[in-house]
């Protein structure tokens, strides 16, 4: 309990100096009056100005409404699109929600399925190639890898889409691309591209717990008792590899978000990755305030889910 | 012995067993002459390369987008073909590497100095110190490095005008990895620091009344210092990949200058046309590079520091 306890005022720091970055940026890039106010506006008007919308009260009263506002889900407006942020990050969130959901889907399938084979064989052929191709895997930056699926699946191949979502189903409140065969031929490219790092990552993690693992007694003992090798690999040496795998899994997908920005941008995918990159070229500051303030809530969204993961994979965590 | 009085410090260093074991692992050595080599083509750039792809009297913009020499309408002088606006590839990717490189090492010792400094103080002072610093720490560590950089990165454009991004964009990426890089060196030294604190010889240095600065310079700095040379050289391959992304993203090195992340954005642009190897060559010159260096980071911490994982 005190643990939660602590990792709760930690969140609740995070969220207090993210929010504060982010009212900084809102309040002291720019001036706000040259937007608004007339061309041939006095010095007068613009004082005027400065009283209606506030900007003469203290700091701690601007950051205590710009937070009342944000609690309320009101950023302001685009500069650039001339939207409001909310809504504009509401329309692109399932895009960028689709594409981190298939992605962590692959890379956990795979990377759990290849580091399994690896731990339980490490001599073979098999496992080696893997093992030395991960190393590369590493090496090899996100969009250097879009690019060059890109260039062999959609420029030379002709198989697949190189950009955009394909066709979108609307369910009302969220346009998913799922449903639709040319979505899933659209998400392919760049759900692989997101997943190569984190698949890597998994993969090495699954493979080292399960050689630590598999060298324990009660491995030993399951032999001894004519348990199939079925139900040692995956009944009692996999299950004990869990608790790591799921701390760095959690971890992942805040990774996956953060190199959504950067697929996203390769494949020019519709979500709030590619909307924050324009936006931060443009210098659109409400949606660069608004985007910080979310992802970062999403952050400590997941942290927080891990640790509750814990309380549920692994009775031992309970007790202590 | 007038054998051993002779032994020069050189000599010492060379009977390290450190060093024993790094030019006895072929992959090790492998991955540091590579690296080295990186290093010199940066160095050496201006002597190595067939043009200075900034001087004006030497890119023609009729050369523009000439393939490979070996491919059907290369020319013999252009070895590698031209980018988009007639300079020589190779040239300009060994000025690109270079500054690739610059930016990386700038990048990774801001990193590395911050981080030192803050976790050196917060494992040798404790109490509220640690607290307030290692909590800082973890608040940035929740956010992936790259997400940090590129927001540093934009959040800095932000305060200045679009006329003067180009001009100072090279520091703004220094900047921003050096910014979103240090926590890890800060963690990595703090324990360091924690558990040479308490041995005896740092005991020792109070008792005769060193003062506090002296002992972190001269006897714990000293003995932390593996640890974070391993982390240096990892640090290192992020922060190429890193500048590479944000110039990629255009929020980088400019195009007037180009790094291989900027190439790379330009190519990306070109190869629908079939203009293929803008993109590719500094592509494959970038996944070695990290490579290399990725793997003389791993070597290194196998034999300098097999405790840090």
Redesign the interface.
Known sequence: MRYLFGRLM?VG??MI?VSF?SFS?FNF??DPLSSLLPEDATAADADRMRDALGLNDSVMTQYGRFMANAVQGNFGISYRLKQPVTELIASRLPATLELVAVSAVIAIVVGVTAGVFCGIRPKSWASKTILSSS??G???????MG??L??IFA?TLKWLP?SGRGGTVDLGVWKTSLLTVDGWRSILLPAITLSLFQTTMILRLVRAEMLEVMRADYIKFARARGLTDRAINFGHALRNTLVPVTTVIGMNI??L???S??TE??FQWPGTGLMF?QA??F?D?PV?AAY?LF??GL??LI?LTVDLLYFLIDPRIRLS | MIDTEKTSRLSRFLDNDMVWSFTHSPMAMAAGIATLLFFCAALFAPIIAPFNPFDPAQVMLWDGKLPPAWADGGLPQYILGTDDQGRDLLSTMLYGGRLSILVGLAAVLLGMVLGTTLGVISGFAGGLTDVIIM?IA??QL???G??TA??IN??G???LP?EYHNQFAIYFVIIAIGLSDWPQFARVTRGATMVERNKEYVQAARVIGLPNWLIILRHVLPNVMRSVIVLSTLSF?IAI?SE??LS????GIPSTTPSLGTL?RVG?EY??S?L?WI?FFP?LT??LL??SV??LG?KLRDILDPKLR
């Open positions: 930690q720091l995070v100096v970055v940026m890039v720019g190393l590369a590493v090496s090899l930056p996100t969009f250097v690019i060059a890109i260039y420029v190189s805040g990774g978000i953060a190199f920005v950067i941008t390769v990159i931060v070229g210098v500051i660069m910080l992802v970062a952050f400590v942290s | 909590r973890d608040v929740t956010i992936p790259i997400l590129i927001m934009g959040f454009r932000a305060f679009i391959a990949i590479a992304t990629f993203l255009g929020q790379i990306n190869l629908f079939g293929w993109a592509s970038l996944v990290v490579f990725n793997l791993d």
